[in-house]
Structure formats: C-alpha cells, structure tokens
C-alpha cells in the first residue's frame, strides 16, 4: 500500500481510497464506481456476480499474483494519464536563390538544400535575417519538372508554401517536424 502511495509524479497522484482484506465485493465495486477508480486484487479472484456488476459499472479490476507487477503497471498507467510531451526536430534547411512569379502558384522559390532533407509533408517556417517570418506548409515540391516527395542536401528544388508569397532571395526555409517524447 505505501509502494503504491509513493508513486506519483508533478501532474498525477495515485490515492488509495479503501483497502481490504479478503474477496473483492459488490460494495467495492461502488465505491470504485462513484469514486471512477481502479479496483486491484492481490492474490485473489473475484467471484462471477462481482466481475459481471464490475462490468455493468464499467469498474475495471486488475488481479496480480506478484507485487512488482502491481508497481510497474500503476507506473505506466501514470504515465498514460498525461499529455505527451512533443519536441521540434529540424528536418533540414533550404537557402532561396531565385523566386518566380507562376501564375495560378504565386511566388515559388529556386532553393539548396543546405542541410538535411526537405520532404514534403513537413510543416516549415520561413526566416529572414534570424527572424522568423512565416509557418506553415508546402504546397509545391519540385526537381526540375517532377514532383517530389523529398530532396536531400545538396540539390536544388523548386518550393512554393502554401498560401504565402512573400519569399525573398537569401531566405533559409527549415523543415520541421514535432516528435512526441517519451516521459521518464
């Protein structure tokens, strides 16, 4: 019962509403049901009538046979409770050299690829002397004629974002992507 208390985090407590010796009953049932808690056993097994009101109650009841177990699941249930945590990761950079009015497109950019890759999926924020001047997305991807999904460093492309136009020579684009972390 201490093992269990001691597990929480900044975000997630876990509390212990009543604990019991013996058979897991109908009033346990509930009292899980009213609180909207988790009903764990430990070397028992509830009775027929006891799982099927735990079904109509929607009480979830998890039986262990060895304590760890208890331990490593209720530390990965709190870690299932919270939000995930996302990190930016650069995917690569594009240099403008050039721009071109197309029609029916607007500004599109003659680019290299300076680092990484620019795939196009990615969402991508266009800076301008270190200040950041617009996010969004690409709406065109291009080597030469052909539409591409991806180009690599040291190529050069043709890029258009979409719904803005206000792209100028020496203009870096970086590809990014948000990559959801594991907590700890």
Same mark, same amino acid.
């Given at each position: 019962?201490?093992?269990?208390?001691?597990? *929480? =985090?900044? =975000?997630?407590?876990?509390?212990?509403? *009543?604990? #019991? &010796?013996?058979?897991? %009953?109908?009033? +346990?049932? !509930?009292?899980?049901? %009213?609180?909207?808690a988790v $009903?764990?056993?430990? =070397?028992? @097994?509830?009775?027929?009538a006891v799982s099927s009101m735990a079904?109509?109650? =929607?009480?979830? $009841? @998890? %039986?262990?046979?060895?304590?760890?177990?208890?331990?490593d699941d209720i530390e990965a249930a709190i870690k299932g !409770?919270? +939000?995930?945590i996302f990190k930016e &990761?650069? !995917? #690569?950079?594009?240099? &403008?050299?050039?721009?071109?009015?197309v029609p029916g497109a607007g500004i599109v950019a003659g680019a290299y690829v300076i680092e990484g890759k620019i795939a196009r999926n990615a969402s991508v924020r266009l800076v301008r002397d270190g200040i950041v001047i617009h996010e969004g997305t690409i709406s065109s991807l291009r080597r030469f004629k052909d539409d591409v999904r991806e180009v690599a460093t040291g190529f050069e492309c043709?890029? #258009?974002?979409?719904k803005y136009n206000d792209i100028k020579e020496g203009d870096i684009i970086e590809a990014f992507a948000m990559v959801e &972390?594991? @907590?700890k």
């Open positions: 019962e201490q093992s269990l208390e001691k597990l *929480h =985090n900044e =975000n997630v407590k876990v509390k212990i509403i *009543h604990s #019991g &010796v013996g058979t897991i %009953t109908e009033s +346990d049932i !509930m009292l899980a049901s %009213t609180s909207n $009903i764990i056993g430990f =070397n028992i @097994r509830p009775s027929t079904e109509q109650e =929607n009480v979830e $009841i @998890r %039986t262990y046979r060895i304590i760890y177990e208890i331990i !409770m919270l +939000d995930p &990761v650069i !995917m #690569g950079k594009i240099k &403008v050299r050039e721009t071109f009015k043709g890029i #258009g974002l979409d &972390v594991e @907590r």
